[in-house]
């Protein structure tokens, strides 16, 4: 159990910032709070959305990162050109193990790196050409993409490239959709607005082609909206709302596809895996369509069983009854489970630091096995996300947003948790420090975690990293004499 008190708490953040000058002092300590499950609202008592301090180590992403890297880039059947410099498009290639089923440059394109390779002419001349060309080549070599995305990168923000024209005319040109995508990574703060804008793009230029097209409907058709299929999570969340007798209309954007997205306003229900980065949307088709949604949270057998009766609750007896059901047939498996893992895991103590949902959505799975958490923390959050992150905290648990590196570690160093769970950027840093680690954004090339499949996933993973005795070996270089 932790063994420090919330003062000791607050009189740690003090010291951490005590390295700052006065100014970015006074403003880092307002990303910081206790939580309290009692409060409907963190209110004022913590900063977010805010540009970070110059000169402060960031591990933040830029809105072309929330736009291609999260929201676009896993449409399968979409070719996304990544419209600059080539580094870019390059890193934000495949990256996030956004599971697909098709053939890679035949039906599915999300693992190839399209780019306009922008050069010192075309910052000088323009780019709007080339991207007209690149898109009429890419339509030779490539005919079975269903639609394109245009991702601007900075530069073409810098000299104003008008690639909603060159969107307008190709699309005519073309007969497909090829839609425009301002996600400049100058713009905003973070990764947030890149989800926001990509929000919009989808809003005005996908959802409503199908409007008026006919449609088979059921009293049981869902979407599931911002489960990007790491390591398989959608999967894995497919088929328990197929077995409790709901129909997926559509899923995206992991292993989606560009007419599920069009088809999306026919559904009875949208199901929000990811409330960070579709939101936006969800909110647009509940004003336009009156389609209700609601956020799930699949991740350990106590937070399934509570997802899973939500959303049987908004339809009929027979699903109801369904839900109870399946959450009776995976009982023996998850007992099973714990009581394999929790004696090798209670008690232990987990510190995260993640962006979109994961700093609150994997809470609950950690506590099925025993672990507590005693820090919690955002990259890109918004105020709304530590108001849905309060009722699963104990009173007291650290909060914080946007830490910095220097933070982070000195954090850490006075905490000592047992497992952090973080990002690829802090890796190797803790790993080396001898601190027992999992990376939570891509599910350190693990997976699914989500369901109860994904929870056996995630019990034999945080007992297998957590316990192993290589840690007791490590001494981190910089401790080591010469």
């Known amino acids: 159990m932790t063994d420090i008190t919330g003062e000791q708490t607050l009189a740690l953040i003090q010291e951490v910032l005590e390295v700052f000058p006065e100014k970015a002092r006074k403003e880092r300590a307002k990303h910081y709070m206790l939580s309290d499950p009692e409060m409907e609202s963190v209110g004022k008592c913590i900063t977010s959305n805010r540009k970070s301090q110059p000169g402060v180590m960031t591990v933040r992403?830029?809105?072309?990162?929330?736009?291609?890297?999260?929201?676009?880039?896993?449409?399968?059947?979409?070719?996304?050109?990544?419209?600059?410099?080539?580094?870019?498009?390059?890193?934000?290639?495949?990256?996030?193990?956004?599971?697909?089923?098709?053939?890679?440059?035949?039906?599915?394109?999300?693992?190839?790196?399209?780019?306009?390779?922008?050069?010192?002419?075309?910052?000088?001349?323009?780019?709007?050409?080339?991207l007209t060309q690149l898109i009429e080549e890419m339509e030779t070599l490539f005919p079975l993409t269903k639609g394109?995305?245009?991702?601007?990168?900075?530069?073409?923000?810098?000299?104003?490239?008008?690639?909603?024209?060159?969107?307008?005319e190709m699309q005519k040109k073309l007969d497909k959709p090829?839609?425009?995508?301002?996600?400049?990574?100058?713009?905003?703060?973070s990764q947030s607005l890149g989800h926001h804008i990509a929000n919009d793009v989808v809003r005005d230029w996908i959802l409503s082609n199908r409007d008026d097209e006919a449609f088979v409907t059921t009293p049981y058709d869902i979407a599931i909206i911002g489960d990007y299929n790491i390591g398989g999570d959608a999967w894995a969340s497919r088929i328990l709302l197929e077995e409790i007798g709901l129909r997926v209309v559509a899923q995206w954007s992991g292993d989606g596809t560009l007419v599920e997205m069009e088809n999306t306003p026919k559904v009875k229900l949208n199901l929000v895996h990811c409330y960070r980065s579709m939101n936006y949307i969800s909110r647009h088709m509940e004003e336009k369509y009156g389609i209700p949604w609601m956020e799930y949270n699949f991740f350990g057998p106590t937070k399934i069983a509570e997802s899973l009766r939500k959303?049987?609750?908004?339809?009929?007896?027979?699903?109801?009854?369904?839900?109870?059901?399946?959450?009776?047939?995976?009982?023996?498996?998850?007992?099973?489970?714990?009581?394999?893992?929790?004696?090798?895991?209670?008690?232990?103590?987990?510190?995260?630091?993640?962006?979109?949902?994961r700093p609150r959505h994997v809470i609950g799975a950690y506590e099925d096995l025993g672990m507590e958490i005693i820090g919690s923390g955002y990259e890109f959050a918004h105020n709304d996300d530590y108001d849905?992150?309060?009722?699963?905290?104990?009173?007291?648990?650290?909060?914080?947003?946007?830490?910095?590196?220097?933070?982070?570690?000195?954090?850490i160093k006075a905490l000592k948790p047992d497992l952090i769970g973080s990002g690829?950027?802090?890796?190797?840093?803790?790993?080396?420090?001898?601190?027992?680690?999992?990376?939570?954004?891509?599910?350190?090339?693990?997976?699914?975690?989500?369901?109860?499949?994904?929870?056996?996933?995630?019990?034999?993973?945080?007992?297998?990293?957590?316990?192993?005795?290589?840690?007791?070996?490590?001494?981190?270089?910089?401790?080591?004499?010469?």
């Open 61 to 130: 992403g830029c809105a072309y990162a929330g736009s291609k890297g999260v929201v676009f880039g896993p449409i399968k059947d979409m070719a996304h050109i990544s419209h600059g410099p080539i580094g870019c498009g390059q890193y934000s290639r495949a990256g996030r193990r956004n599971y697909y089923t098709g053939v890679s440059g035949v039906n599915a394109f999300g693992t190839l790196n399209f780019t306009s390779d922008f050069q010192e002419k075309d910052i000088v001349f323009g780019g709007d050409k080339k």
């Open 148 to 168: 394109i995305s245009i991702q601007s990168e900075c530069p073409v923000g810098l000299i104003g490239d008008d690639i909603e024209a060159v969107a307008r």
């Open 178 to 189: 090829i839609v425009p995508v301002r996600c400049e990574g100058f713009r905003g703060v």
């Open 311 to 357: 959303i049987a609750a908004l339809f009929d007896e027979t699903i109801q009854a369904n839900t109870e059901a399946v959450i009776a047939k995976y009982q023996a498996q998850t007992d099973a489970i714990i009581a394999k893992y929790r004696p090798r895991l209670e008690g232990k103590r987990v510190l995260l630091y993640l962006g979109g949902l």
């Open 388 to 411: 849905r992150t309060l009722p699963d905290l104990k009173k007291g648990t650290l909060l914080f947003d946007d830490a910095s590196s220097y933070e982070l570690e000195e954090i």
């Open 424 to 482: 690829i950027k802090e890796k190797y840093i803790f790993q080396k420090m001898g601190f027992p680690f999992r990376q939570m954004h891509s599910w350190d090339y693990s997976g699914p975690y989500h369901g109860y499949d994904g929870f056996a996933v995630f019990a034999r993973d945080m007992d297998m990293t957590l316990n192993n005795p290589s840690w007791t070996q490590l001494t981190a270089p910089w401790l080591k004499t010469a």
